[in-house]
């Protein structure tokens, strides 16, 4: 399908590579906003079932000895 280089292009040729690019354009721009959202149907629900937080201050010596001081600690579990 050669064509002589500056040869005006058919509209049906311009119209259609055209579609072509905005549905491409769209599917990578919607597909993975689709894909990880609530929305998609094969998705399931991960909820939260617990956490663990705790601030703790790390005390090192020339020795590679550390002595961990403890601060805050926390657990919460539905």
């Known amino acids: 399908m050669q064509h002589e280089l ?3 292009q058919p509209k049906i040729k311009k119209i259609a590579i ?4 905005l549905v491409l354009i769209l ?3 919607a597909g993975p906003m689709l894909l ?3 929305l ?3 998705s399931s629900a991960n909820p939260v079932t617990g ?3 705790e601030f703790y201050i ?4 020339t020795s590679s000895t550390s002595v961990q001081i403890p601060i ?3 657990r919460e579990l539905v």
């Open 51 to 53: 956490g663990y937080l």
């Open 6 to 8: 500056g040869a005006k």
């Open 58 to 61: 790390e005390v090192k010596d």
């Open 36 to 38: 990880f959202s609530t």
């Open 18 to 21: 055209g579609f072509s690019l």
């Open 40 to 42: 998609n149907p094969v």
């Open 72 to 74: 805050f600690s926390t």
């Open 27 to 29: 599917v990578l721009i």
